[in-house]
């Protein structure tokens, strides 16, 4: 990085404050007490994110005389819930590229699945008056070197073919027209497949929503364990325990309490920034009327929207998986990738030098090596999990909620047909390979960026195994 861009870029961050820029909203709601003593319940939901939170949400809509549990670790949204990019994507195959390659018999299946349940999740946003800035805005895939343009036009091509009409390619004049950053060469509109959201408010209306239908929730109660217990299942918890017929795992990057699934998951450190309130000066600058989210098509890419009172959250590019898989408050902080982004930042939209940012965090994703999550039951489909959903839970959970009912269930469904549901991702090798395979994947990566997009043989050895890394 030139001195000049990192004296630019550490000036912008003077100041910000080291937590998502949501969580110090007055609007959070208050800590629920922790469980102490024994529950008894039809239904256990472990952990307190968007998995958990629509999973006892939907057990109850499905049968509202079942009595359900949920306790979560800390409190309802504080992790990769909360503090995300706000992105609620209808694909459930991360991206649509993805899904064809992974499931082409099934990805007219699938996609239609998937605008289902971002219709259901923004039908649910209206029924319980959930106030989480719900834009369905659509997204635009932007290219920024020439590789990724002509990348863009060739899926375009490829995904009408195959019968996809909801995408649109927009050359350099027409996607600088909705946002204007003279790095955009061109771009991949999909008006109607994401909605852009306030995260942390999405996880407390849920927790509310759950509360007001009967769910008994208790925060700051960790799971320690998972045994059988008669005809159901006993976790014990640091004050008490709960003894269930059927329990719903909704931990994702947290160690799962099934441990043969541990291996198919690793912690992924994203990052993001958020910018001080536009003026109408500076929006004016950039144009986004539309609203927009946007990503670019690198595979270190950047992910970026606007805030309903105008912020830019800009955030992604350094996926930062830590020897061991370990999981520390001390990694969500990393000063090296806040300068990073905020060089980066700027040369996006020079327009706006001069602007700071208010916010700076970070946070551990779950990814798997198919990029998309998987699902499965353990102790005689007494227990059901879903996780891996790499970057895209904040849509995609709602859909892993009814497969893990549905598997509890014991009862065919569409959706436990799939391949998708009823297949595994690639496990991770255990360490020192894991994290050796992953940092010779980003370096790779980069060098592919760097390259005119060509993978060179361990990326294509990769692609073989059908094995990836992602943020």
């Not at 306790?71 to 209808?90: D, K, T």
């Not at 195959?162 to 955009?184: H, I, M, Q, Y």
């Not at 965090?361 to 998309?372: K, L, N």
């Not at 569409?414 to 255990?430: C, D, I, N, Q």
Request: charged share 25%; net charge negative.
């Amino acid at each position: 990085m030139a001195p000049v861009a990192m004296r630019t870029a550490a000036q912008s961050l003077a100041g910000a404050k080291p937590l998502a820029y949501w969580l110090d909203d007055p609007a959070k709601p208050e800590a629920l007490p922790a469980l102490i003593g024994e529950e008894r319940c039809d239904l256990l939901v472990i952990g307190g994110g968007y998995s958990g939170l629509w999973t006892a949400l939907i057990a109850k809509e499905r049968d509202p005389g079942r009595d359900v549990v949920l306790i979560e670790g800390h409190e309802a949204g504080w992790a990769a819930s909360g503090r995300n990019g706000g992105f609620c994507a209808a694909s459930l195959t991360h991206g649509l590229p993805n899904g064809v390659e992974r499931w082409p018999d099934e990805i007219k299946k699938l996609e239609e699945l998937g605008e289902r349940n971002l219709d259901a999740i923004e039908a649910a946003v209206a029924r319980y008056s959930i106030d989480c800035e719900f834009e369905r805005t659509g997204e635009i895939d932007v290219a920024t070197e020439p590789h990724q343009l002509e990348e863009l036009r060739a899926w375009h091509r490829e995904a009408t073919e195959l019968g996809f009409t909801g995408l649109e390619f927009l050359d350099r004049e027409a996607v600088r027209a909705e946002v204007d950053s003279p790095t955009f060469l061109g771009g991949l509109l999909d008006r109607n497949g994401v909605a852009m959201l306030h995260p942390a408010k999405l996880a407390w209306g849920l927790k509310r929503a759950c509360v007001e239908l009967g769910v008994r929730m208790y925060e700051h109660t960790r799971g320690l364990d998972l045994i059988k217990s008669g005809p159901g299942m006993a976790v014990r918890t640091p004050y008490g325990r709960v003894l269930a017929r059927k329990v719903a795992l909704g931990t994702n990057i947290f160690p799962s309490l099934v441990k043969r699934v541990r291996p198919y998951t690793v912690p992924v450190y994203d990052y993001a920034l958020m910018t001080e309130p536009l003026s109408e000066d500076q929006l004016a600058s950039i144009g986004w009327r539309n609203r927009q989210g946007l990503g670019d098509s690198a595979n270190q890419f950047h992910y970026f929207r606007l805030s309903s009172d105008n912020r830019i959250l800009w955030g992604g590019y350094d996926a930062i998986y830590p020897y061991g898989g370990r999981l520390s408050a001390d990694l969500d902080q990393r000063p090296e990738t806040f300068l990073k982004l905020a060089a980066q930042f700027f040369e996006c939209f020079p327009q706006l030098a001069g602007v700071r940012f208010s916010h700076a965090w970070g946070g551990a994703i779950d990814t798997c090596s198919r990029f998309s999550a998987f699902f499965g039951t353990a102790h005689q489909g007494r227990v059901a999990y879903a996780a891996g959903f790499t970057g895209l839970g904040v849509g995609a959970t709602r859909f892993g909620a009814d497969v893990m009912l549905d598997l509890l269930s014991g009862e065919p469904t569409e959706r436990t047909a799939l391949e998708m549901v009823r297949s595994k991702p690639v496990p991770f090798p255990p360490e020192p390979f894991a994290w050796a395979g992953i940092e010779l994947t980003k370096r790779s990566l980069a060098r592919a960026d760097s390259n005119g997009g060509h993978r060179n043989l361990w990326l294509k050895a990769m692609d073989r195994a059908g094995l990836g890394f992602d943020s």
